[in-house]
């Protein structure tokens, strides 16, 4: 006889992911990172970009919650923006875009 466990359900509708969006994606020279406005945290944010394998390629810190780079020097691949409070350290979000 099977032995029952409980499940927990959680609303995936206001996920972490929904906290930093990268556009355009993909991208060719410039993208742009708009961190949601309903986020807990406050600037200033520091903003990382890392390649798939998890090399820090660039790190900026930003007190807007948008923010444009130039990326027309990255290889092609995907890469992974990350985004913490700059005050307390915490996650804040992240997201995957495509550099052609």
Do not use: C, M
Not at 32 to 41: E, F, P, R
């Amino acid at each position: 006889q099977s032995k029952q466990i409980p499940l927990e359900y959680t609303d995936l509708s206001n996920t972490i992911a929904d906290k930093v969006r990268v556009y355009p994606n993909p991208a060719v020279s410039t993208i742009n990172v708009a961190i949601a406005s309903d986020v807990a945290t406050k600037p200033p944010y520091t903003i990382q970009i890392t390649n798939s394998s998890g090399l820090l390629i660039k790190q900026v810190n930003s007190a807007q919650a948008d923010w444009q780079s130039s990326i027309a020097g990255l290889l092609p691949g995907t890469y992974i923006v990350k985004v913490h409070n700059s005050g307390d350290n915490s996650f804040v979000g992240d997201s995957k875009f495509v550099k052609l």
